[in-house]
Structures are given as C-alpha cells and as structure tokens.
C-alpha cells in the first residue's frame, strides 16, 4: 500500500482558499486518490476521488500532476464548518483485498 | 437517513468485562470493517469482512473479535477490555466492484473502560 505524508495541521481564516498537499511517492498504477474528512467525534465522510489532472465537485477540488506523486486537495473560501482533520488515501478501489488505511491527517483549523 | 448505524454511541464497560459493540448497514455493502480511533490520532483498521470472509490485521490484539451473521450486521467483541483500549470504535462499509473509493461510516462508539 502506497504510503501517504501530509503536513500534521494548518491555520486558515475565513473566506481563504486551503490546499492540503499529499505525498505519495510509491503510488501504482492503478492507484486512485481519495480524500476524507472527519469532524470530532463522527466518522469519515468522502470528500473527493481523484486518478489524474484534476477533479471538481461541489465541496473541494483535487489537482495531481502527470506524475502522480503528489496531490492536493484545494478547499475554496473556507468557513469555520470546515475545520476537522483532512485524510489522504491512495489505493486501487477496484481491489477485491482493498483496505482503508488512514495515514496521520491534516488538522485544519479555520479562524474567524 | 441513517445508512450505517453503530449502537450504542456511548458504552462504558468494566476492566475485564466483556463487552460487544454493535454496526447495522442499510446499504447492502458487501465489505464491512472495523476501525479504532484514539484520542488525536487516525482510525486504525481492526479487521474487515469482504462478504464472509473474515480478513485479520496482523497487528490486532486477540482481544478483538468480530461476527457478521448476515450482510447488515456485524459486531464487535472485546473479551477483556483494558483501559488502554478505552477509544472510539468506528464501523464502516463499502461495495467491492463499483470503481469508486467511498467507504460509508457510522458515527462511531465511545469506548470507556473503568
């Protein structure tokens, strides 16, 4: 499983785009990249999935270069809902032995 | 509407006391896990059931047991909780073969050991 490093937390203030930057530079073939979040004392919730360039949904964007080695996960004008750790995890969903392993996180913080 | 259900949210057991922490799925997801979060650090895979098949993390205590009598409930036993095992307890699902790298969770069980 390819492992994953992302900085332990970061500051934000309200209205501020945040980008969390993923490292992952034993990344397969046929690895995807997902990111989670999880607010205290509820479970991870999916944020975004992304393979290559980037990928766009209603909450975050993803963006990884040709290379794949790296990823982030952009979160434009955050406001305080959005502090909670941020995971990133990379592996082939389409794996019959497919597990959900969660590296360290990134602890967002949002000021007002 | 609740799609992955973990009864109690809170449960607080005795040194020693067994105790069986319960998950229900309302999604038909033939993969379901078991995961322990403690305080400030990430969810730890306990184990996971892909259909029947029960797949062991090699690192997870024999304390922890798991049941899954049918594809909506699986549970999880501690035999002899220690305090160090005092956490939250997350369950949750996903369906093999969609392509996609969603799992579903609960809201998690809190563990307390006295």
């Known amino acids: 499983l390819a492992k994953t490093t992302q900085p332990i937390s970061m500051d934000s203030y309200e209205g501020q785009e945040v980008n969390i930057t993923c490292s992952h530079n034993n990344i397969a073939t046929n690895d995807y990249i997902t990111w989670y979040q999880q607010f205290p004392s509820q479970g991870p919730r999916f944020i975004i999935q992304?393979?290559?360039t980037k990928v766009t949904n209603e909450v975050a964007s993803l963006f990884i270069p040709a290379d794949r080695k790296s990823s982030t996960l952009s979160l434009p004008r955050v406001s305080l809902s959005d502090t909670a750790v941020y995971y990133c995890l990379v592996g082939d969903p389409s794996s019959g032995t497919y597990k959900y392993i969660f590296g360290t996180g990134t602890r967002l913080k949002v000021l007002a | 509407d609740a799609m992955v259900i973990q009864n109690p949210r809170y449960q607080v057991t005795q040194f020693g006391k067994p105790v069986t922490l319960s998950c229900s799925q309302t999604?038909?997801?033939?993969?379901m896990y078991w995961y322990q979060q403690k305080s400030s650090q990430a969810p730890k895979l306990l184990f996971h059931y892909y259909d029947k098949d029960f797949n062991n993390e090699a690192d997870t205590p024999d304390n922890f047991q798991s049941r899954r009598p049918n594809t909506s409930f699986c549970f999880l036993d501690i035999r002899s909780p220690g305090l160090g095992d005092a956490a939250m307890y997350l369950c949750?699902?996903?369906?093999?073969?969609?392509?996609?790298?969603?799992?579903?969770f609960g809201q998690g069980t809190r563990l307390t050991v006295v």
């Open positions: 999604l038909n997801h033939n993969v």
């Open positions: 949750a699902t996903s369906h093999d073969g969609t392509g996609t790298f969603e799992a579903f």
């Open positions: 992304g393979y290559k």
